[in-house]
């Protein structure tokens, strides 16, 4: 294989590609498969001499399409869609092909001046105009990087030098609704488990801001360390918002760093009539959300907005000899975040933004919320079902009237269908099922269908 031969598997790549989105409806969402067989159907070992690409790519058709769960499925209503639209993959190739590593400005200045640019686009559609930022390629990567800043903000400092003995307990604020990159991020920066504080949350599943100024008072007389407040804007398991500005009143009056995490509904936000579930959050110093969850930009890709850098780059930026700019003082992404290597991510979100348009995309956000709203009336209408949590955005939970084993019955009989992909989580004391609607093709009647498998499955 060599450069040459390039245009010719591109070529058919792309073809198979499109072939491939137009046939995902005739597919099952999930692969139908057992655990170890595609690893006992590779050769224990890789090959000593070079083969052609023709048996490559027939191994790649029989091994993988048919043993994948398709997350471009336009009835993927399962975990929140990590959505491709052509022109992303257009971009991601042309990425691909350019292969730069993008950790300094002198090694890929177009790279580190669009996501600059593109930031800034993104900034703002959803509201955040005077926010800047960087694309990291998760938001757990996101959040960790904004715990990592509230933790050296409290020690002044002084963790990246002496370490953490005898520092005290560092402490983090958050709800229970928040992901669990919250809980990752405070184990992996040294602050451990015990320190991550959930707060108390009202009706509305939202942090109380007087359990949050309590929490924090309680500490400060322990002789403990306050240090920041995580934000909930549309939690992973049933979609929460904390009532970010009166919870942002009492991180400011106790002088403590705040981030949202924002990762599924923050592309919600470029719509306007969407933006007061998250009010406050134009005021927060940190605020991550993922346009590979909702704006056709392919994983990975997720953006950081910040309203001071400063502080996050004094905390993860290091700048050794090897590494110094000559041309004098630019912008290096890698001081913003944890790896020093970095993909040309902002490339797709150029061309998404430019091919769809900010209208393009909120059309298709306001369809997916309106056809959830839709759905949920018509799964409370079926015998046997009610609805837990009512839509949030595009997100709500059901569950069967006769308690948890019916309702796990019931998931595992839909799934086993094929048509569509639902996931489940607990709340209050539940096994739920979850729906969101998110995919890029995806339209009504691929909405609906979930009611029409739901009611077969029920008999």
């Known amino acids: 294989m060599d450069h040459d031969e390039l245009p010719k598997w591109s070529a058919r790549a792309a073809n198979w590609a499109r072939d491939y989105h137009k046939g995902l409806r005739d597919r099952p969402v999930r692969g139908q498969v057992t655990p170890g067989s595609i690893r006992d159907a590779l050769p224990a070992t890789a090959p000593e ?6 048996a490559i790519w027939a191994d790649f058709e029989r091994l993988v399409p048919d043993n994948m769960t398709h997350w471009q499925h336009p009835r993927f209503f399962a975990y929140f869609p990590s959505n491709a639209s052509p022109a992303s993959m257009l971009a991601e190739q042309l990425a691909n092909a350019i ?3 993008g950790m300094l400005w002198q090694t890929a200045p177009a790279a580190n001046e669009i996501e600059e640019r593109m930031v800034g686009w993104l900034a703002a559609a959803l509201g955040l105009a005077d926010m800047r930022g960087t694309i990291h390629d998760s938001a757990t990567t996101a959040t960790l990087c904004a715990v990592l800043t509230m933790r050296e903000r409290a020690l002044d400092w002084a963790g990246l030098t002496h370490g953490l003995s005898g520092a005290g307990r560092v402490r983090i604020y958050a709800s229970e609704q928040t992901h669990s990159s919250i809980d990752k991020a405070v184990r992996l920066a040294g602050i451990g488990q015990e320190n991550l504080v959930k707060v108390a949350t009202d009706a509305s599943l939202s942090m109380e801001a007087g359990a949050l100024q309590q929490a924090i008072r309680a500490d400060r ?8 407040v995580v934000f909930c804007a549309g939690g992973t398991s049933v979609g929460a918002f904390d009532d970010i500005a009166a919870g ?10 705040t981030h949202v995490d924002a990762a599924w ?10 933006r007061p579930l998250w009010a406050g959050a134009e005021g927060c110093d940190s605020i991550v959300f993922n346009p590979h969850k909702w704006l056709g930009v392919q994983f990975d890709c997720s953006v950081q907005f910040l309203a001071d850098p400063g502080p996050q780059v004094k905390t993860l930026g290091l700048r050794p000899d090897y590494l110094e700019t000559l041309e004098g003082e630019v912008t290096d992404f890698n001081e913003w975040t944890v790896p020093l290597g970095r993909r040309f991510r902002a490339l797709k979100l150029w061309f ?9 995309l909120r059309a298709r956000l306001r369809n997916h919320v309106t056809w959830v709203a839709e759905l949920c009336e018509r799964v409370a209408a079926i015998e046997g079902l009610e609805v837990v949590t009512e839509p949030r955005l595009a997100l709500f939970t059901f569950a069967h009237v006769d308690g948890d084993s019916a309702t796990e019955r019931l998931i595992r009989a839909v799934n086993a269908d094929g048509r569509v992909y639902l996931t489940q989580t607990r709340h209050a004391g539940r096994f739920v099922i979850r729906m969101t609607a998110g995919s890029f093709d995806c339209t009504r009647d691929d909405v609906m269908m979930v009611e029409t498998v739901l009611r077969e499955a029920l008999g």
Do not use: N
């Open 221 to 228: 007389a322990a002789g403990h360390l306050p240090a920041g």
């Open 352 to 360: 998404v933004l430019r091919a769809y348009g900010l209208e393009g």
């Open 49 to 54: 001499q070079p083969e052609p690409m023709e």
């Open 265 to 274: 509904a923050g592309s919600a936000m470029i719509c306007p009539e969407f």
């Open 99 to 101: 292969a730069a590593q």
């Open 248 to 257: 942002l009143q009492v991180a400011r009056a106790e002088g403590l760093y």
